[in-house]
């Protein structure tokens, strides 16, 4: 691949703000094991008051743009009433500049989600994703309850029920180890569940989470081998799944090569996070409420104490986007991969090697390097194909 | 005329017929042995050859501990590995016309076929099942309990050779339960002392083991739908090419 020529630096950019994530409680119900929450067994529950002050604090802050993504996160959204939403929605609402374009989303594990959900879903148009990691032999290794038992079976009724009512959902699968030599059995079980539209996210090394299934030696080569026959898969059987990574690899390449590559993880306040107890992040979302005395924990600020305004100001909110940008600037200069990455994920940087002014992580390698290479060889081997084709018909012709 | 062998069914892995199922590095599901094997207590001798008898029963524990491979010296076993495969080749199967594609074996097969046996060597490879250099994918779709009614067979396309890496073994036969049903996979014992063994195949399994050493006797257990079977051996070419695999040319 050709070395990008992007000229913008993506850090400079002015901010604008496109997600705002909130922390309604730290809470989960399930107690995954690469889950990277450090708290989710706390069971603190954000206050009308804080939730009042992060919309105050967003909407009247100078980087919001016209539209905005509200994410529901960082702890299992569903074990929050359904009032709670929908006061926070009417609040939300209420408290908006009128031209911005709100909308709410969540991802869950599902196994809470009954008829109430379900209608409260169709009423608000709320998005949903649902975290299911394939069919339930490998679901089951990762995805359990806290006295370890296997949650596939309540996570796909849970699935039936938003299907039954006609809602429309993505889903995410965690690949881990295991994952990566049965390609054909997620792929039938996404497909056989009716489920069309996929991401991977991988066993990641991130906060709580300090080993990956993924580090092993030839993880690389067995990961390629993976992504290699899903989209074979794909390719005999069109039009029945889509996939976040091949798709958004596509986009990336078939784009102008002097488009910048928007990277909100990278941008100050691209992504806002507020926890339950209105500690203000940003960039990536995974750092908020991890521990780190060098970056004060990644609190930058909080709603009740000068909200996004005074994070600019604060050392540590300098100190990672010095290293962020210094790290974006090594990825320009340095990665072949830059013009469809755009940097990676600054919090992948921080927990592989423990801060942000560097390049390659396995997240990189593998979600990023390794999709890319698999497409770009998809597509060349397609256009060779077409030419012997066409070559084969053109000798025809002239016979 | 049929007669009763005694059995002594405390060598059921004797040298000269000992069997050895285990699964396969892929296999989505959980593997329970005891469920899935089955030997009998003797077989009958018929003016056509043997066959077990139908009282099949759990092995105790120390049979199930030397069919499974746990308790043995390694001497000339017949080792038979249990794989799954996925859905969606199942699915595929269901779109071939394989009434029209009733001929024999390497003549006239149909090009969805062809494809279709291409895709399911991709995916033998794919998992590793060692796969014959050059092979024949017979169907096989009988009555349950009758012999195959008709078969449809053919080379994938082009006789596909082994590509590097991929596994490749001289002798393999592959069985694929490609039914609605549990079908058996019976194991006749060379040794008539010996008991036979059954392995419950469920939809969506599959076995391998070495070729002409699989003896794939018709067991329906009981069921009531069609049996839908896929072998894959060598083929003809590389039998013929093989002293240890052709019992033509050779003897
Ligand atoms: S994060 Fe990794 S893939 Fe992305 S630009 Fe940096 S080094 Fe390249």
Redesign the pocket.
């Known amino acids: 691949m050709e070395r990008n020529s992007l000229s913008s630096h993506q850090a400079d950019i002015s901010p604008v703000i496109d997600l705002l994530v909130i922390q309604p409680t730290p809470f989960c119900n399930l107690d995954c094991d690469y889950c990277y929450l450090p708290n989710r067994g706390d069971r603190r529950k954000i206050d009308p008051d804080t939730l009042r002050r992060i919309f105050k604090a967003v909407f009247e802050s100078e980087f919001l743009g016209r539209q905005l993504g509200i994410v529901w996160h960082a702890g299992e959204p569903t074990t929050m009433p359904i009032e709670f939403y929908r006061t926070a929605f009417a609040l939300a609402e209420q408290s908006k500049p009128e031209d911005l374009a709100l909308t709410h989303s969540i991802q869950t594990n599902a196994v809470l989600i009954d008829q109430a959900w379900c209608d409260f879903v169709l009423e608000t148009g709320l998005q949903v994703g649902v975290s299911v990691d394939g069919p339930a032999f490998l679901h089951d290794r990762h995805r359990k309850t806290r006295s370890g038992a296997g949650t596939h079976a309540r996570t796909l009724r849970g699935i039936r029920r938003l299907q039954d009512n006609g809602i429309d959902f993505h889903a995410i699968c965690v690949l881990t180890r295991d994952s990566l030599d049965y390609p054909d059995e997620i792929f039938d079980f996404f497909a056989d569940n009716n489920i069309g539209q996929i991401g991977f996210n991988i066993d990641e090394i991130e906060g709580a989470n300090h080993d990956s299934t993924l580090t092993g030696v030839g993880t690389d080569t067995l990961f390629r081998r993976f992504l290699r026959r899903f989209l074979d898969l794909l390719k005999q059987h069109p039009g029945i799944l889509s996939v976040r990574e091949f798709d958004d690899t596509m986009s990336a390449i078939a784009a102008d090569e002097n488009a910048a590559i928007y990277n909100h993880q990278v941008m100050p306040f691209g992504i806002v996070s507020v926890d339950a107890d209105g500690n203000i992040s940003t960039f990536s979302p995974e750092l908020l409420g991890q521990s780190s005395r060098t970056y004060g924990d990644f609190a930058f600020g909080n709603v009740h104490q000068g909200g996004l305004d005074d994070v600019e100001n604060n050392a540590a909110f300098q100190k990672t986007r010095r290293e962020i940008k210094a790290?974006l600037s090594?990825?320009?200069e340095?990665?072949?991969?830059?013009g469809v990455?755009?940097?990676?994920?600054p919090s992948?940087?921080f927990f592989e090697h423990g801060r942000f002014d560097e390049?390659?992580?396995m997240y990189?390698?593998l979600t990023?390097?390794a999709v890319t290479d698999i497409v770009i060889s998809d597509i060349e081997a397609d256009l060779a194909q077409h030419a012997a084709e066409f070559v084969t018909a053109a000798g025809g012709q002239r016979a | 005329m049929t007669s009763i062998q005694p059995v002594d069914p405390a060598k059921p892995t004797e040298r000269g017929g000992g069997v050895i199922v285990r699964p396969f590095s892929h296999y989505a599901g959980h593997w329970r042995a005891e469920q899935k094997l089955r030997v009998h207590s003797g077989a009958k001798l018929k003016m056509h050859g043997d066959a077990p008898r139908d009282d099949w029963r759990t092995p105790r524990d120390v049979e199930l501990s030397r069919l499974t491979g746990g308790d043995t010296d390694g001497a000339d076993l017949l080792v038979v590995e249990v794989f799954t495969f996925p859905n969606h080749l199942r699915n595929d199967s269901w779109g071939l016309n394989l009434d029209s594609d009733q001929v024999s074996a390497g003549s006239g097969v149909s090009q969805e076929y062809r494809a279709f046996a291409a895709r399911l060597l991709e995916y033998l490879e794919f998992i590793r099942v060692p796969v014959n250099r050059t092979c024949t994918i017979r169907a096989e779709i009988s009555r349950p309990g009758g012999g195959p009614s008709w078969t449809a067979a053919g080379p994938p396309a082009g006789d596909k050779v082994a590509s590097d890496g991929r596994p490749v073994a001289e002798s393999t036969t592959i069985m694929l339960n490609f039914g609605f049903e549990p079908r058996g996979v019976v194991w006749a014992n060379q040794d008539p002392s010996c008991p036979w063994v059954r392995l419950a195949l469920e939809p969506g399994e599959a076995c391998f083991g070495p070729f002409r050493q699989m003896q794939l006797v018709q067991d329906t257990l009981g069921m009531t739908e069609p049996d839908f079977n896929l072998i894959v051996e060598p083929s003809e070419s590389e039998q013929h090419a093989n002293k240890d695999l052709c019992g033509v040319c050779h003897d």
């Open positions: 790290g090594r990825c320009r340095t990665c072949d991969y830059y990455c755009g940097g990676g994920a992948n940087k390049t390659e992580t990189c390698r990023k390097m």
